[in-house]
């Protein structure tokens, strides 16, 4: 059995699995408005949580938050199950897939055999479609991919069924109803979601979330090296590398996103000023590009001195301090 699915390769898994979807349900959206409507932008440091003996730091909001808060401001309805069994799991699946129905499943990424191994770590939050099956074969749209490709049975429950932090427990979700999306509700949805993004990333006084959290780290990478040492140091700035640039897209692409976003939305509501934000969040962008290049030079122990981890710091001040600018002026607005 194999659904008659529209592969669309994308820069972020869960905009790309949600963009597909709507496209195949008739709805036609691009990866950037879904998130965009989905307030899908965020920065926050989070020490407490360590992944790979580094503590976290992320660019976007939880999974799964994207596509529901997109569904919600549109007016769709979303089905999400998650089971403790994988037989069970595996019949819902193959349910679906006989009723014509591509699904989005949340995986885990050390075992997706087709992923260069440079990507495979422990990652249980990343997303893809199924949209068919043939023999013990599964038909997979994964929108990171430029291509469709398959997973037998043993090798999707694997990743279906990965431990660890945000374990998907088989995860399945789907749209169970997509009405027509007139321009007035569309319209709405932006001003709504501009006004949510906006405020995470302005409003909040919780000082490691938003552009606030920017500056917040940069005072904790200043520190690092003396109280951490060098190879300590070097790895969390790796690690903020390897989340800003590797997964999901990271944070220099969450902005390019974000700025392509910002333009479609300046038209469809004939708002010039949105136009001059887009540019201003590319510029954003391409500072957290230049900082991870800095960031990788510490890593690799080309340079490790006091002074380039000040000048890291001061990379992500000047992030933190531009996205201060440009939320502060989307929530007035």
Known sequence: MEIDFAHKQSAHCENGVVSN?????????????????GSG???????????????????????????????????????????????????????????????????????????????????????????????????????????VTTLTEKQLEKVRFAKGAFAPKGHIYYPSNVPKVGEERL?????????????????????????????????????????????????????????????GTGGGGFRFIYAAFLEQAAEILADDRLSRLSEQMTKSGDLLRASAVRMAAVYKGRKTEVQDFNEVAEGFEEVGALEQEIFSELYKM
């Open 21 to 37: 979807l709507m496209r195949h349900n008739g709805f036609e959206v691009s990866e950037p408005m879904v998130f965009g409507i």
């Open 41 to 147: 932008l965020l920065f926050s440091y989070l020490p407490f949580i360590k992944v790979d003996h580094a503590p976290v730091f992320t660019y976007r909001v939880l999974p799964g938050l994207i596509f529901n808060r997109f569904a919600k401001r549109v007016g769709i309805k979303v089905k999400r199950e998650k089971f403790k069994n994988p037989k069970v799991a595996r019949e819902r699946l193959d349910e679906n897939l006989h009723n014509n129905n591509p699904v989005g499943l949340q995986v885990g990424v050390y075992n997706l055999i087709y992923f260069p191994d440079e990507y495979r770590f422990h990652f249980n939050a990343h997303n893809m479609v199924v949209y068919g099956k043939k023999g013990d074969d599964y038909l997979i749209s994964d929108p990171v991919m430029e291509s």
């Open 187 to 247: 319209r709405k949805a932006i001003k709504i979601a501009l006004k949510k993004n906006a405020s995470w990333m302005s409003q909040i006084s919780v000082s490691c979330i938003g552009s606030t959290g920017f500056n917040h780290t940069a005072k904790h990478i200043r520190k690092w090296r003396d109280k951490l040492g060098v190879k300590q140091a070097g790895l969390n700035l790796g690690q903020i590398v390897r989340m800003q640039e590797e997964i």
